[in-house]
């Protein structure tokens, strides 16, 4: 069974940071390239960062470009987003997603909301 559980949300005043974790089980981990995706009030799911299962170039939109990194650690099954520099737009739910064999399976979100 495939489990996608999020981690690291939570209220952080604009300019601060947070790191999000997802642990993952029930697949091959190393096989599966891992996202993030972010979903606010009123707006389409979004993609905020991508990972190649292995050797490749990671992707971020453009509007965390410069703040956000992505990254994954194969061995525990973890994929992370580092989130710094936090403005009031990031406020959203945050879900991991991970594609295995060429199928999506989502997490059930954190929510990260930056707020003074």
């Known amino acids: 069974q495939v489990q996608l559980v999020e981690s690291g949300g939570g209220l952080v005043q604009p300019g601060g940071s947070l790191r999000l974790s997802c642990a993952a089980s029930g697949f091959t981990f190393t096989n599966s390239p891992m996202s993030w995706y972010r979903q606010a009030p009123g707006k389409e799911r979004e993609l905020v960062a991508r990972i190649p299962s292995t050797f490749g170039i990671t992707t971020y939109a453009d509007s965390v470009k410069g703040r956000f990194t992505i990254s994954r650690n194969n061995a525990k099954k973890m994929v992370y987003l580092q989130m710094n520099s936090l403005k009031v737009d990031d406020t959203a739910v945050y879900y991991c997603?991970?594609?295995?064999?060429?199928?999506?399976?989502w997490g059930q979100g954190t929510q990260v909301t930056v707020s003074s």
């Open positions: 997603y991970a594609l295995i064999g060429g199928i999506g399976s």
